[in-house]
């Protein structure tokens, strides 16, 4: 529980200032994220028989021309136990229209129809994430996690080591958190100020109090979150905490980035959050904060780096630890890194890439 204590007489005069308050045992112990288990192994038990593996629902959203590097990232990804669910921004049609295909071809891939057109840091991220997992909810697949995925995402561990270690975490939900910071994170994240999504850019409208009583957190915003934790926060039957933070994230700059996470904390689900998103990010500050998107938003933000050949050893340095992806990669600016990448886990890559007729190699 959040409490939002005014300090009653002169920080100058008072002991401890800004800091001093009088603190009460409420029997409601401090909040620790849970840690996953570092058993990534199913084997058989002489108690009991071996759990059934997960399925995973890949929610892709896709973006831009890269026709290749998504099929390379399906292929990738690829079981006949798992599904797609492929999300293309309106305004790529071209991107659309090829990888229709790939529902004539693949049973358990299908391509959003409710698309919708994305802007950095727009709050319509949220609304495609929610829709889509109400789309997966309704599918008829038998899914029992969700992992948000773009095309600049690419594995670093196969398919078998990701559903091992979901397997044995079952009903967990995977963020990654901005730390305990949370008032800088506040100001940094501009959580106090209102933004509106309009004319494809974010406008900065003026500040605003959030919601006593809520602890507010955010971090990334890639997911990998249970079923049972989708069916509470997408469903249509929604309740009033998931409603009002809602109403909260709908003039927020990066929504996605808390709105789960939040949603997390606060609700019954708080006891399944886990402080890491399975994901290794190429954050290098100087270069990924430069106020770029000043074009389409009221804010300076950040984007992570594009990985490159040279971090080739930084990316096989992930498999001791829990990380199962990394992101960005862009062919255009390293087709080598995925490559190495690439064979490190599945061996050499076909030449033909987008042509090939066996497009989904097994894992």
């Not at 570092?38 to 002489?46: A, F, I, K, T, Y």
């Not at 959030?210 to 979150?225: A, F, K, R």
């Not at 309740?239 to 709105?259: I, M, N, R, W, Y």
Request: charged fraction near 25%; hydrophobic fraction near 35%; aromatic fraction near 10%.
């Amino acid at each position: 529980m959040s409490i939002r204590q005014d300090c009653q007489v002169s920080v100058k005069e008072a002991c401890g200032g800004y800091y001093k308050m009088n603190v009460y045992q409420t029997g409601l112990s401090k909040f620790q994220p849970q840690s996953a288990s570092e058993d990534e192994s199913v084997g058989p038990s002489l108690s009991a028989p071996p759990p059934p593996t997960v399925r995973i629902a890949y929610l892709l959203t896709v973006n831009g021309r890269a026709l290749r590097q998504v099929h390379r990232l399906v292929r990738a990804l690829f079981h006949r136990d798992h599904f797609f669910l492929i999300h293309v921004d309106a305004r790529q049609d071209y991107l659309f229209r090829e990888l229709l295909s790939l529902e004539l071809r693949l049973p358990n891939v299908r391509l959003s129809r409710r698309r919708q057109a994305t802007i950095w840091g727009g709050a319509s991220l949220v609304s495609i994430l929610l829709d889509s997992m109400q789309q997966l909810l309704d599918s008829g697949w038998e899914w029992d996690f969700i992992i948000n995925l773009s095309e600049s995402d690419y594995p670093v561990k196969t398919n078998r080591n990701l559903v091992d270690f979901l397997t044995a975490n079952r009903d967990k939900n995977f963020v990654k958190s901005h730390g305990r910071q949370v008032r800088r994170f506040i100001t940094k994240q501009g959580l106090d100020k209102s933004f509106v999504e309009c004319e494809a850019r974010m406008w900065r409208i003026g500040d605003r109090t959030l919601p006593q009583g809520i602890v507010m957190d955010g971090g990334s915003d890639w997911l990998v979150l249970s079923r049972s934790f989708v069916s509470y926060v997408a469903s249509a039957d929604k309740d009033e905490l998931v409603q009002g933070l809602l109403k909260v994230f709908k003039h927020t700059l990066l929504p996605a980035e808390s709105f789960f996470h939040t949603v997390l904390r606060n609700s019954v689900h708080c006891f399944s959050y886990i402080d890491n998103n399975l994901h290794i990010t190429n954050w290098k500050r100087s270069l990924g904060c430069k106020c770029q998107y000043r074009h389409v938003v009221d804010w300076c933000g950040c984007s992570p780096n594009d990985f490159r050949s040279v971090d080739y050893s930084r990316l096989v340095n992930t498999r001791s630890k829990q990380l199962y992806f990394a992101r960005k990669f862009e062919p255009i600016v390293s087709q080598e890194i995925v490559n190495k990448l690439d064979q490190w886990l599945y061996g050499p890559y076909p030449t033909c890439i987008s042509g090939c007729t066996d497009l989904i190699r097994p894992n």
